[in-house]
């Protein structure tokens, strides 16, 4: 049966870290009820409306060539902005769905199909390839995989839109098979080129910008690719790849270091990819499976992995029940923290690991959380109550510090329209544990903040005679408190 040390781990590795609600629901559940519990709550779709512009059309040619200077640069803008409208929308889901995992397994298929805003112009393209991600999110991989790679956003990404007979792309062919599928040593130069022949047809309208199949375009001659020859189409190539027992495997182990350990064991895996691959792909038999294993309860499993600035940010806000008016600052933080979101920083994605972590992060994540027990409230007095300080709280910076310029910048434009404000209830989130800010804590209370906060002891002594207050917020910079 579960307790509370175990809800806790689980949740926080399944999605970002609970609140004490989250927690009391799974109580007392057997491991398989808890993994059966949120893998039937998860969802596809947001709970949070996409902005209207989302559905708008993308201008067309003819619209474009009437376009002056400054209307292009205009227009250059406004894509812009919308991104980090697009990023804000994204915070807020992740803040307030009630399927936490939905949106770590979206965050997850961003980083493997990456694709973003460098090559992809439109934001309405990312928001659509965005809600492909989370209706597949833990649907079909084989599904998942066919509607990513005719999808708009892709087809950009990797080129796909200028693969045509006679002149193919071999972007797409190479990194469908590298990152995608099979993995690195499973292919050849030769495979890689015969798919980029099936490839070519896949194409976009230069006005709508949305997939169009063209014939005339299409290599329909024999190809080779990993040793079946026919006149293949992509989709069949796709195929292809799905029946190669190293796509399971492959794709297992990138959820295995996504939830269980950074050092994928082959032999715990190979079970767990047997199913997979036997299930046609179904990605919540791979989770179960990977949920249910020995390793991922294993007490050594724990606090072996670093949170993202995505699960930091999103599951401290979480955790601690952080009011706020708006998330564009949160979404800042995060990209201030190395995980711009619709920016991944190349065709790989984010590496993750360890690499989150540098002198420069971990001062930023530090700051973060200075930021939140300044914004606490304490017997229903805000301790930051004027503009200037505020914006200076919200943006992570502590008073002897200059805020980091992305942090900054969010929160001014945050003030001036009046809807700034960062709220930690400090005192209801102590009252759980029978304590006040001001109070200190005795031994039995200390023990209690550790295991609510901490995947294992803290690392760093904390100062005797602490208040509870001062006592959190030491646990809250602890090392330990980026691990999960």
């Known amino acids: 049966m579960l307790d509370a040390d175990d809800a806790r781990f689980f949740l926080t590795r399944v999605g970002f870290a609970p609140d004490s609600g989250e927690v009391a629901q799974y109580l007392g559940l057997t491991r398989e009820q808890a993994v059966d519990k949120v893998l039937a709550t998860a969802r596809t779709e947001a709970v949070t409306p996409l902005p209207d512009w989302v559905l708008e059309p993308i201008p067309t040619r003819e619209i474009r060539k009437t376009w002056t200077d400054d209307q292009r640069r205009e227009e250059q803008r406004l894509r812009g902005q919308r991104y980090e409208i697009l990023r804000a929308w994204w915070v807020r889901e992740m803040l307030s769905t009630p399927s936490p995992l939905t949106e770590r397994m979206t965050l997850f298929w961003h980083n493997h199909f990456a694709s973003g805003q460098d090559k992809v112009q439109y934001p309405q393209q990312m928001a659509q390839q965005n809600m492909l991600l989370r209706r597949d999110a833990l649907g079909n991989f084989g599904e998942l995989l066919h509607g990513v790679a005719k999808d708009p956003a892709m087809l950009q990404y990797l080129d796909g839109a200028s693969n045509r007979k006679g002149k193919p792309n071999e972007n797409f062919a190479r990194e469908v098979m590298e990152l995608f599928t099979l993995g690195e040593g499973h292919y050849t130069q030769r495979d890689v080129a015969e798919a980029a022949r099936a490839y070519t047809g896949w194409s976009l309208d230069p006005d709508t910008q949305t997939y169009v199949w063209r014939a005339t375009q299409h290599d329909d001659g024999d190809k080779t690719v990993l040793g079946q020859t026919g006149p293949f189409d992509g989709d069949q190539v796709l195929d292809i790849l799905l029946a190669r027992p190293e796509t399971a495997t492959f794709v297992t182990s990138r959820l295995w270091r996504e939830f269980v350990s950074d050092t994928p064991d082959p032999a715990r895996i190979a079970p767990i990819a047997a199913q997979f691959r ?207």
């Open 278 to 484: 036997a299930s046609h792909y179904d990605i919540k038999v791979a989770l179960r499976g990977l949920f249910m294993s020995d390793a991922f309860w294993d007490d050594d499993d724990r606090g072996v992995l670093v949170k993202s600035p995505v699960e930091f940010v999103v599951g401290t806000l979480r955790a601690f029940d952080i009011g706020y008016d708006d998330t564009a600052p949160f979404a800042a933080q995060i990209r201030t923290l190395g995980e711009n979101l619709f920016y991944p920083p190349n065709v790989k994605g984010w590496p993750g690991g360890t690499i989150w972590i540098n002198s420069s992060t971990l001062l930023a994540r530090k700051q973060f959380v200075e930021q939140l027990f300044r914004a606490s409230e304490t017997a229903g007095q805000r301790r930051v109550n004027n503009p200037t300080s505020a914006k200076l709280a919200a943006s992570g910076a502590p008073g002897n510090m200059q805020a980091n310029p992305p942090m900054q910048r969010a929160m001014a434009r945050v003030g001036q329209t009046g809807q700034g404000g960062v709220r930690f209830d400090i005192d209801t989130w102590l009252a759980q544990y029978n304590t006040a800010p001001t109070a200190k804590p005795g031994l039995s209370v200390e023990l209690q903040l550790q295991h609510a906060v901490l995947p294992l002891a803290p690392v760093d002594a904390i100062e005797t005679d602490s208040t509870a207050s001062a006592y959190l917020e030491a646990l809250l910079m602890d090392p330990a408190y980026q691990l999960k």
